[in-house]
């Protein structure tokens, strides 16, 4: 976790010295030539997983909401929170831990969430044989690729491993050298027994045989609080209306993926995943949507952060609470949902 706040204090460091040279975004500056607002999201990673924001941006909700939407793929939580605390961006999506963090490391300006999106992990064990009755304790003794550590998708691995009553750093070898994204083709390679993936990495590697999926960490984590937008406090403070607009597109999208098929879904956010053929969107939606990965709304409630803080505490990752009002604003949420 210090390595991560380092890079963030580092980052801020250097946009404040380029004195006013970086970019300029989002509503803190002046309308586009559309006369919409200009919101620049950062993303952490650009997944099926996180479907309902794309129906949103494919079916016009943001423009009918008057924002002129820049997407970025920050590739990782570090990076996404960096932009959004050096100005880069206006509203960041990746797991919220990294808000707590920032929060702990003493911030003034931190980020608040402001609404939930995924309410399971969305990443699959993969294996390098097919197994027919999976069981964790298959792992014990054997290497796996996983995840950045004090990054959800390792957190929640190693959550499930405890449930289970492995140690993850006695019972297996975890590898986390790998770059985020990287792990699926060092598992082609020949790397590791298993490898922790998300979509479409989990099914490309099913289609090339080159590895099977055996387990799902949403299925078996629970109800877990994945993935959340927020942005900067002062960001907040001085654009509401930004805020309860973009949150109003976002309510959409959860609605489109609630009342709709996966095939329904799957060719709205096609244009989002070009490189990637219709059956393989919809049979990836169809996996995430059979989990109840989505949530109907998008209120981030106090029992998920606390069972966020608790998968954190059991990470080593968090060593004292933080209050629940200070980083999470469900009033733009609660307003969209009605």
């Not at 797991?95 to 992990?121: M, P």
């Not at 045989?209 to 403070?237: C, H, N």
């Not at 606390?306 to 980083?327: H, K």
Request: overall charge negative; glycine content about 10%.
């Amino acid at each position: 976790m210090k390595k991560i706040l380092c890079l963030f204090l580092t980052a801020i460091v250097i946009v404040g010295s380029l004195g006013g040279c970086g970019k300029q975004s989002g509503a803190g500056g002046t309308s586009s030539g559309s006369g919409k607002t200009p919101v620049v999201l950062n993303e952490v990673a650009h997944s099926i997983f996180y479907a309902p924001m794309y129906v949103a941006i494919e079916e016009g909700y943001f423009a009918d909401e008057g924002i002129d939407l820049t997407l970025v793929t920050g590739f990782g939580a570090d990076k996404t929170m960096t932009a959004l605390l050096t100005g880069e961006a206006d509203i960041g999506f990746m797991g919220s831990e990294s808000t707590i963090y920032t929060y702990k490391e003493g911030a003034s300006d931190y980020a608040v969430n402001f609404a939930q999106l995924t309410q399971r992990a969305g990443n699959f064990l993969v294996s390098r044989e097919p197994i027919d009755n999976f069981s964790w304790d298959m792992l014990i003794g054997k290497d796996v690729l996983g995840g950045r550590a004090g990054g959800m998708p390792e957190m929640v691995f190693e959550y499930i491993l405890k449930k289970n009553g492995i140690d993850p750093a006695a019972d297996l070898a975890i590898d986390q050298s790998i770059d985020f994204g990287s792990t699926a083709a060092a598992f082609s390679g020949g790397q590791g027994d298993f490898t922790v993936e998300f979509e479409p990495h989990a099914t490309s590697l099913e289609s090339k045989g080159d590895g099977y999926v055996v387990a799902s960490l949403g299925e078996d984590s629970g109800y877990v609080p994945y993935t959340a937008f927020s942005a900067k406090k002062s960001y907040i403070e001085k654009n509401p209306e930004v805020i309860q607009s973009f949150t109003n597109a976002l309510q959409k999208g959860m609605d489109y993926v609630q009342t709709h098929t996966p095939s329904e879904i799957a060719k709205v956010i096609a244009p989002q995943f070009e490189g990637t053929d219709l059956e393989t969107i919809t049979t990836i939606v169809e996996r995430y949507a059979s989990q109840d990965t989505w949530k109907g709304d998008l209120i981030f409630e106090e029992d998920s952060f606390s069972l966020l803080q608790n998968i954190l505490e059991e990470a080593g990752e968090l060593d004292g609470r933080v209050p629940y009002a200070d980083l999470v604003d469900t009033s733009y949420a609660k307003s969209a949902a009605h």
